[in-house]
């Protein structure tokens, strides 16, 4: 049983780190989506489409975060009555 767990652990870990893309595997993966959608490599059309592909997935990064918002920063915590509260690493009023 330990071994089949211990199996089970290490084949979800290869699993997770296979995903990982490097910076070169984007590059190439943008590089091969401009190049499909008809851009010439070396043109400034080209670079604007390498530079929306790094925007949109930033932009989706975002979206991402902000819509796990609670999971990543924890809910709202009111202190010291109305006026002051503590939301995403700052207090405000």
Known sequence: MRIAASALSLLA?????????????IRAADAS?????????GTQNFANCLMNQDLSRR?????????????FW????????????YHRGYWRH
């Open 13 to 25: 870990i290869m699993l997770a780190l296979s995903s990982c893309q490097t910076a070169e595997e």
């Open 33 to 41: 989506r401009c190049s499909g959608y008809g851009f010439k490599p």
């Open 59 to 71: 932009a989706d990064q975002r979206a991402f975060m902000e819509s796990n918002d609670d999971f």
């Open 74 to 85: 924890g809910p709202t915590v009111v202190v010291g009555g109305p006026g002051y509260y």
